[in-house]
């Protein structure tokens, strides 16, 4: 059985933290925002659905305009 100590186990980290870095770039990882015109439609439609339950079908969608 192998013994690590928490040396190596910050040497490990510190590897890994390096190889993130060229592998991942670090501006590859901002977070992405919609523009504003998707939301727009996003919530434009939401609006616009009615989402009901059937008696024989399970749920309809109806676009109401």
């Known amino acids: ?3 690590y100590t928490l040396e ?3 040497a490990f980290t510190q590897k ?3 190889m993130m870095k060229e592998v991942l ?3 590859l990882h901002e977070e992405a925002q ?3 015109q998707s939301v727009k439609t996003i919530l434009d439609y939401a ?3 009615s989402i009901r339950p ?3 079908l399970d ?3 109806m676009v109401l305009h």
Do not use: C, F, I, W
């Open 8 to 10: 190596d186990l910050a």
């Open 34 to 36: 919609p523009s504003a």
């Open 16 to 18: 890994e933290k390096q």
């Open 59 to 61: 749920h309809y969608a």
């Open 25 to 27: 770039h670090p501006d």
């Open 1 to 3: 059985m192998t013994h």
């Open 47 to 49: 609006r616009a659905v």
């Open 54 to 56: 059937g008696k024989k």
